[in-house]
């Protein structure tokens, strides 16, 4: 996994941290059990503080996708092989998707153009993990 952090982007780092991690889990690039880099040593790769690292971490454990611990650092603690999502998660992630979806409907988009969006963006992820095996290997 390579991450690409836009520094004049008004997207906090750790932000864009976190969303590439998620899409990375989402593509299938980043299995259950895939090792990610320690907060010191992604940070260091990054050239930036490891607390933003250290931040983007916490946000995905709170979430569910890792487990962070001493010994074995941050590891993906669930992909979508993985099975139904914890208890809850759809009615907080329903609460973002309105305001997401809103967005777009504020700044001009119509029904059939978020609606087209959305499908192109769920094929892309199911394209994406159909290239690859559960070992994270091209198939």
């Known amino acids: 996994m390579i991450l690409n952090l836009d520094l004049s982007s008004e997207t906090p780092i750790y932000q864009q941290i976190r969303d590439q991690v998620v899409t990375a889990v989402a593509a299938g690039e980043l299995a259950e059990g895939s090792p990610l880099p320690s907060t010191r040593q992604l940070a260091g790769d990054l050239g930036i503080n490891f607390h933003t690292v250290n931040k983007a971490y916490d946000l995905l454990r709170r979430e ?76």
């Open 64 to 139: 569910g996708l890792l487990l962070l611990n001493r010994k074995s650092g941050a590891v993906v603690r669930r992909d979508a092989r993985t099975g139904p999502p914890e208890p809850g998660f759809a009615e907080e992630w329903g609460a973002r998707l309105r305001t997401l979806l809103a967005e777009a409907v504020a700044q001009g988009l119509d029904g059939p153009a978020v609606l087209a969006a959305c499908g192109a963006t769920l094929d892309g992820f199911g394209d994406e993990r159909a290239h690859t095996s559960t070992e994270g290997e091209p198939q």
